[in-house]
């Protein structure tokens, strides 16, 4: 039997979760407040130490305390909610309740007035607050080297949290929702000098804008990390040129003069790096596996937890790891879509991340050599419930699939470097024409991702701009399953998800298909902001998705 350990939660409890209302409590932590925190070089960096503590704390926008979400634990939990309003991730549970992120697979409750839609602003803002307090602090024309090293850390977290949340929250046009009167707006900007009166009449900046500031956040920040040696788990000027390049991206589509940006700063991030795609042996490691940048040289950036940021169950591991034997893993059969497994091309090492259909194991005719987290006791317990297309691309710390204090303190993965390579390769298609975007991506697939006598080569399924981009967005569904990278993706390039099919792994509650672009990925800005900022009402909020997906009943 496996040991799991729940703390007396039922699925009831998911339920509740699922459907509450959020709390009437006024917002904290949104705006500038003047604090006593010294303004020496120890007292700052406490404070820009604590950003990364906070992005992924266990309870850190308080929805455990109040709510009971065993989700909130911060950054990791954001990807994992935005990857359920997708495709890719499968819930293969006989009872999805035990998947704590389901109502963003099932579009139910995302109206202002219920918790899932709450959780990223009552992220967001708050972490928004910790970087204003840095900048604020901060004299440059005073500061030592250290001091002006946070203030550059500063600006990168302020700028990565508002890209985030302009991505997020600017709407897409979708059939679904009639967001015409809103398009191109973002979210309201809190810079260091707002004040609590202007916080309480601050309309949602329009996408000019917003951009304009987040590219003025990362210049600063250029400016002031240029020439230190920051670790990965601290924002370097890779990581800056890495969010210029996100940034650039987006603005592409609605300014086609900034692809070149995208391509150039995708390139600069590369290059300033010196960071490296992971090899086979470091994406299939069994200890280090998507959960310590120390162990490769793939990641820019990366935030490292330790016992004091996680208990037994608010964790990513606990969730996003199938082999963790104390976690909802063991229960929510998280893997990939069946659909998306068939379409990736034979010798991809990638496909090591999910059990396949016909391994021996399960009793087919396929030999595959799996690697699994502990000792063979501990494979053999995970084995005995698994199920195929299961995922074991993340794995508990240092390999432990039985004790959680050990196995749930995985560094959470902010940026690699695989994702510039499709940063340039989608923004050449755009700036030098789709051949030498398909001689991107042929190159990026036969040197880092398919094993010895094995080749890749898309020409033949590229006609155009428009199959080249879905080609090129399946090898990145693919290489970032599970880490919250292509939610931006989807919107961005429009496109729909498919659930409901014939063969289908997804759990039947889960079987929404879409004519284009979901409604849920504009995210309703939740009812505690109406509260504090009268420029936020009902007329220029992004619509409540909820229910307005039908499920799918068989056939095409």
Request: hydrophobic fraction near 35%; glycine fraction near 8%.
């Amino acid at each position: 039997m496996r040991n799991i350990l729940i703390k007396s939660l039922s699925v009831l409890s998911v339920s509740l979760f699922a459907t509450g209302c959020i709390e009437e409590t006024f917002p904290e932590g949104s705006t500038q407040t003047q604090s006593q925190v010294s303004k020496s070089d120890a007292g700052v960096a406490a404070l820009i130490n604590a950003i990364p503590t906070s992005l992924v704390n266990a309870g850190t926008a308080a929805h455990y305390s109040r709510y009971g979400d065993q989700l909130d634990f911060g950054l990791a939990s954001i990807h994992m909610r935005t990857d359920h309003m997708l495709e890719d991730v499968a819930c293969m549970a006989d009872n999805p309740g035990y998947d704590w992120a389901g109502s963003y697979a099932m579009n139910q409750n995302m109206g202002a007035s219920y918790i899932p839609c709450s959780y990223f602003w009552d992220c967001y803002y708050p972490w928004i607050k910790g970087a204003n307090d840095v900048i604020s602090t901060i004299i440059p024309e005073s500061a030592t080297s250290d001091a002006l090293n946070y203030l550059g850390q500063a600006y990168a977290y302020r700028a990565m949290f508002y890209l985030d949340l302009a991505r997020l929250y600017m709407p897409v046009l979708n059939k679904y929702t009639d967001v015409s009167a809103i398009q191109g707006l973002t979210v309201p900007i809190i810079r260091e000098t707002t004040t609590e009166e202007e916080s309480m009449n601050n309309p949602r900046a329009p996408k000019e804008e917003m951009y304009a500031f987040i590219l003025e956040d990362l210049k600063n920040a250029e400016t002031y990390l240029t020439g230190t040696s920051n670790p990965y788990t601290q924002p370097t000027l890779a990581a800056v040129y890495g969010l210029m390049a996100k940034a650039y991206l987006e603005m592409g589509y609605w300014d086609e003069t900034q692809f070149a940006n995208a391509a150039e700063y995708a390139r600069k991030a590369i290059e300033t790096s010196g960071k490296t795609p992971l090899t086979e042996a470091q994406w299939t490691d069994p200890t280090t596996g998507f959960n310590d940048g120390s162990a490769n040289n793939s990641w820019i950036w990366g935030l490292p937890l330790t016992s004091d940021n996680y208990n037994n169950l608010v964790a990513w591991v606990a969730h996003l790891c199938m082999e963790a034997q104390w976690g909802y893993g063991t229960l929510s059969h998280l893997g990939i879509n069946r659909a998306t497994y068939e379409a990736i091309t034979p010798g991809d090492f990638r496909k090591l991340s999910w059990l396949d259909p016909d391994w021996t194991g399960f009793g087919g005719s396929t030999e595959i050599d799996y690697q699994f987290a502990g000792t063979a006791a501990d494979a053999q317990v995970y084995l005995e419930g698994a199920l195929p297309y299961e995922s074991i691309k993340f794995r508990p710390a240092n390999g432990n699939a039985t004790n959680y204090t050990e196995g749930n303190a995985g560094d959470v993965v902010v940026m690699r470097v695989e994702e510039m390579y499709f940063i340039e390769m989608e923004a050449v298609a755009h700036t030098q024409g789709v051949p030498a975007a398909v001689q991107l991506l042929n190159t990026f697939m036969n040197t880092y991702r398919m094993t010895a006598g094995n080749s890749y080569d898309c020409s033949s399924k590229v006609s155009d701009l428009e199959t080249f981009t879905d080609e090129m967005l399946l090898q990145k569904r693919i290489e970032f399953w599970g880490e919250g990278v292509t939610v931006y993706d989807y919107k961005r390039l429009q496109e729909g998800i498919t659930r409901g099919y014939t063969g289908t792994n997804h759990a039947g509650v889960h079987q929404y298909n879409t004519d284009g672009p979901s409604p849920m990925w504009n995210i309703v800005i939740s009812r505690l902001e109406y509260q504090a900022n009268t420029a936020i009402n009902d007329s220029n909020n992004n619509p409540d998705p909820s229910g307005l997906l039908k499920l799918w009943t068989g056939g095409e």
